[in-house]
């Protein structure tokens, strides 16, 4: 295409042979070793990004779940009627662990009479961690995968950048020309698969930390939630028994 400037034509078009620097461009003109590098790091930032929005979702419903049971639970009704009331929710979180608690107290009730409250508590006690335990494994699923992309992203992009870079250089020694035209598409190339690298790793620390840091929290309420009900549970039992 060409333009007038001052009474002057001037030439605006690239090259015809010009070297395509889009994305796709560069990801096509790659060699295959980076072109497999290239895309292992968009896969693994595809799963990434679902497992994240899939944490977003378990996190919000378990803590929208123990908020509601929590209400209901200080709200004075007997344990029975709040058993009733929760038997057909989400067994996430606290839930699980008050549910888990209850089956095991109504099996032990004909045994506390004989071995008493302090061995009928050690086995609620008992039930309530192993469910802890469960919920907070539950919750942590796939936390692994955010943690390994976020820690070895970076080096895979690095090695698909030090392949293209060895490309580069090769070109170089075949044309005996060291002209940016020659070395540029290359050295693009090589770049082009660390940023993938980074663009892999990156929202998969940030999102690792606060996923971490959130399931934490929720497993220190129910930690609260077990010595709470623990001790109105043993209060109850002392007065039955």
Known sequence: MAGREGGMEVELATPAGAPD????GMFMRATLVVKLVMLGLV??????????????????????????????????QSLDEIEAAVLHWP???TVALFLAAMEE???????AARAGVAGLMQRIEKVMDVELQRQIARLEQRLMVLATVGSV???IGLFGTVWGIMNSFQAIAIS?????AVVAPGLAEAL???????LAAIPAVIFYNKFANDIARIGARMENFIE????????QLEEAY
């Open 105 to 111: 107290w109504r099996r032990s009730q004909t045994a």
């Open 21 to 24: 620097f889009s994305l796709f």
């Open 91 to 93: 067994r996430v979180g």
């Open 153 to 155: 992203s970076p080096f």
């Open 192 to 198: 082009f698969a660390t940023a993938l690298g980074l």
């Open 228 to 235: 709470e009900f623990t001790a109105i549970l043993s209060r």
């Open 43 to 76: 896969i693994a930032s595809i799963l990434c990004w679902a497992i994240v929005f899939e944490k977003f979702a378990a996190l919000r419903k378990a803590r929208r779940t123990m908020d509601r049971f929590e209400e209901l639970f200080w709200s004075g």
């Open 176 to 180: 005996k020309n060291t002209n940016l």
